[in-house]
């Protein structure tokens, strides 16, 4: 069965930091492109950093560009987003989600994790 845990989520204070980790189990993420989602309450879902197979393609949303940081272990199966300088505005659920590269979109997905800022 193909599922993708997300763990480390909790309140933080304002200018701190997370680190958010995604494992995958039954099948190997080496093969598709990784990538972390988040929700906020009333919010549509809004990608927030990607990564591809090899690791070298990285791309951020502008909220994330020079205070998140995806990686990706393909030998331990995890992808993580380490947040630095948390805002409230990073309130929402985070998502781990996957794709094939040939895809369009992201088949795989997470149940979340939540992250909440406090000011």
């Known amino acids: 069965q193909v599922q993708l845990v997300e763990t480390g989520g909790r309140s933080v204070q304002a200018g701190g930091s997370l680190r958010l980790s995604c494992a995958a189990s039954?099948?190997?993420?080496?093969?598709?492109?990784m990538a972390w989602f988040r929700q906020a309450p009333g919010r549509e879902r809004e990608y927030v950093a990607g990564v591809e197979q090899d690791g070298y393609g990285i791309y951020y949303s502008d909220s994330a560009e020079g205070r998140f940081t995806i990686t990706r272990d393909n030998a331990k199966n995890t992808v993580d987003l380490q947040m630095n300088n948390l805002k409230p505005e990073d309130t929402a659920v985070y998502y781990c989600?996957?794709?094939?590269?040939?895809?369009?979109?992201?088949?795989?997905w997470g149940q979340g994790t939540q992250v909440i800022v406090s000011s």
């Open positions: 989600a996957a794709k094939s590269e040939r895809k369009n979109s992201f088949e795989f």
């Open positions: 039954g099948w190997a993420l080496s093969s598709y492109v």
